[in-house]
């Protein structure tokens, strides 16, 4: 219902600011070459929750953290981010552990439709409070550390804009902007493959397995669903400041698997999906900053046995388009 209401707010936002304006409503950089840093962190904890011997209910997994540093460039078709790892964690790894993680995304706009692909890995969790059930840990070190537990999530996303005049290069603000406020609707389209696993082994702790229950000793939960999410985009410019909000609930449908004891099982469902964007910064034509932040959140329930995901991710980003004509006429001009 705040969802929803959220949505309604963007679109009297949108149809009170609008007018009637011929004109293009973004500004794209295409003769640039544009050059930018960023940095930033992502971050995947999930949950599991079941009727667990001892009387629990819900298990905690999360992953120590790290900042990303990362460096791109563009320039017409062409765009390129590389970004590394920065040795430190943001949390204790006595309590949190050393995770890898692998991160590739790879987008593009084709006429009013936007693609986006993702694979991400995280290797290496820590159980939270595990001392609860585990005597051989302390309030001190209160945390199971579990390097081979694998978070996996391989998604395509399709967004298309009802509006000509909305760009996603424009949003993200690298190699355009908007001129002026605008909101559209979208329909999002959503393939995706995710889960956990680790390995031969459960799981979940041996102290809270059920062995009259098969699932309980599962070492890999998987789904794979497809679906669409209905939503609102809304942008802000005032002057060169601009803000982003995309808000969006819909539905998928599921085809669920779990791996216990050398079994395999597999069940049909739906599930509802949230899509939540928020994009704000500045921009000139010579150069920009700005803070972006994107969520995903996944759930799948084998009956009693659920499992529940929230991908996010923060990064800051600041850069610089470089307008290769004037450099020509410069050049030429010394000639």
Known sequence: MKLFLVILTL?????????????LAYKLYKDNVVLYSDLGYSSSPFSIKDNFLGGYKKIKFKHNQKVILGFGAA??????????????????????????????GVSFTVKK???????RNYLGYAIQDANRWDDSLTTLKPNAIEPGLLNFDF?????????????????????????????????????NLFGVGNG????????????????????????????????YAYVYRQGFWQASVF??????VQSKFVSANGITRGLLGLAPRVDFRFVAG????????????????????????KYGGTYHLVRLVGGVRLDKKEKSKKGNNKI
């Open 11 to 23: 679109f009297c936002c949108s149809s009170a600011n609008s007018q009637v304006d011929d004109s």
């Open 75 to 104: 320039y017409k078709w062409f765009a390129l981010r590389i970004g590394f790892a920065l040795p430190q964690t943001l949390r204790p790894a006595g309590k949190f552990g050393n995770p890898n993680y692998f991160d590739l």
């Open 113 to 119: 439709r936007y693609w986006d692909i993702n694979l």
């Open 155 to 191: 998604s395509i996303n399709s967004w298309f804009f009802k509006s000509d005049q909305f760009r996603m290069q424009s949003v993200f603000g690298r190699v355009g902007e908007f001129k002026r406020t605008i909101g559209t609707w979208y329909f999002k389209s959503t393939l």
């Open 200 to 231: 031969l082994d459960p799981i979940v702790p041996l102290e809270l397995i059920d062995t009259t229950e098969t699932k309980s000793s599962a070492n890999l939960i998987a789904t794979l669903d497809i679906g669409f999410v209905p939503g």
């Open 247 to 252: 808000a969006g609930l819909g539905g998928v």
């Open 282 to 305: 500045y921009s000139e034509p010579k150069y920009f900053f700005w803070l972006t932040t994107e969520f995903d959140i996944k759930s799948v329930s084998h009956r009693e046995l």
